[in-house]
Nanobody, 122 residues
């Protein structure tokens, strides 16, 4: 029923920035936690960041200080601002949602987008 659609991926040079968006439709956004995961070729899906319904943030050590997660409940949209990008950030980035609370486990999330490709050149 709910749909999540990521956008904003692309090709960027190392040290550059991108902002990913995750637009939700089909239900009210405010009472759900949202998260970002990423998956590189040959690797497991990796937790990036999460933001719960009250605004509490949980960020992976690998991106702490470089990535910022945010949301605009009025627009039913979440964001991932990515700065100081590195080649190892190259992956497909997925947004996900679950009720209320943050988790770093993909198994805890109920709804997923189709992903957006981020490629960081050296």
């Amino acid at each position: 029923q709910v749909q999540l659609v990521e956008s904003g991926g692309g090709l960027v040079q190392a040290g550059g920035s991108l902002r990913l968006s995750c637009a939700a439709s089909g239900r009210t956004f405010a009472n759900y936690a949202m998260a970002w995961f990423r998956q590189a070729p040959g690797k497991e899906r990796e937790f990036v960041a999460a933001l719960n319904y009250r605004g509490s943030v949980y960020v992976a050590d690998s991106v702490k200080g470089r990535f910022t997660i945010s949301r605009d409940n009025a627009k039913n949209t979440g964001y991932l601002q990515m700065n100081s990008l590195k080649p190892e950030d190259t992956a497909i980035y997925y947004c996900a949602q679950r009720p209320y609370y943050n988790s770093n486990s993909a198994l805890d999330y109920n709804d997923w987008g189709q992903g957006t490709q981020v490629t960081v050149s050296s």
